[in-house]
């Protein structure tokens, strides 16, 4: 496991830049650790929504991928996308993380599936109006980003008409909680409407390293509308009997009372 520097925790605005310094250069960090612990259960070619373990083979929010184009928004090491194309679409991935990118590529190596991806943030897609079919985003970029106006704007952006958009996001509610996988995660110690973002602050430099966003699920219904989407999903999956992993706040002891995890899905037009 990495040392990770002190840091101090607060709640309070950031800029759409703040939370780009910060959460890029905190994903290379943690880029290596995340896909030494997670990697077995995210598998090289597999699209796990979740912490959870529901998968798209399973939830089918996507819809049938053979022969679509297909971008992964906040595609880490590529594994969603690399299952995509195993079923027949042309899936690319975009990151902030260059650490992420080199993971992907590693094990573009070692599948003999490449994804081919880029470096870029979700508040400014570096492809053409009108290029993908599909568009989605697995625990990915949007809970990172300030100005998610723009990052919805840009998926509407690329997509092609009636083209799909799905996203898998921390439960709104889990904003009432600590973010504590024991019995002590299950005790309401702030308000759901509360949309201060969640900051870590480097002790010895005072730079924001870490930033996390809350929207409320009636925040993520207006985004989507006022952007032409219609949706057409929302998952809120059931912690499975006998799934013993803990992953950061997620575990059975809180997963069998509340949701962890929700997955939107919609339409354009």
């Known amino acids: 496991m990495e040392n990770h520097p002190p840091v101090r925790v607060e709640r309070r605005p950031v800029t759409e830049d703040e939370s780009r310094r ?48 297909v ?40 599948t003999g599936v490449v994804v081919p991806s ?17 568009v989605f985003c697995s625990f990915g970029a949007l809970q990172f980003v300030s100005d998610i106006a723009d990052a919805v704007a840009e998926t509407a952006r690329v997509l092609r008409p009636r083209g799909r958009y799905a996203f898998s996001i921390t439960h709104p509610t889990r904003w009432m909680f600590p973010d504590d996988p024991s019995e002590a995660g299950l005790v309401a110690s702030q308000s759901y409407w509360d949309r201060t973002p969640y900051v870590e602050v480097d002790d010895a430099t005072g730079r924001v390293s870490y930033v996390e966003h809350h929207r409320t699920l009636g925040d993520w219904v207006g985004l989507l509308a006022g952007h032409g989407f219609v949706i057409t999903d929302l998952l809120e999956p059931e912690w499975p009997e006998h799934h013993d992993r803990v992953w950061g706040g997620w575990s059975a002891t809180r997963g069998q009372y509340t949701p962890g995890t929700a997955i939107f899905g919609a339409r354009l037009g």
Do not use: K, M
């Open 71 to 110: 971008l992964e928004v906040g595609s880490g090491a590529g594994q969603c996308s690399r299952w995509v194309r195993s079923q027949g679409g042309r899936a690319y991935g975009l990151d902030l993380s260059f650490r992420q990118l080199q993971h992907s590529r590693r094990i573009d190596q070692d």
């Open 22 to 69: 910060a959460n890029g250069p905190d994903w290379d960090r943690y880029a290596d650790e995340y896909q030494s612990t997670h990697g077995e259960f995210l598998g090289d070619i597999g699209f796990v929504w979740g912490p959870e373990g529901l998968t798209e083979a399973e939830a089918g929010v996507l819809g049938d991928v053979a022969g679509r184009d």
């Open 118 to 134: 880029v470096l870029g943030t979700a508040t400014a897609l570096p492809f053409a109006d009108d290029s993908f079919d599909v």
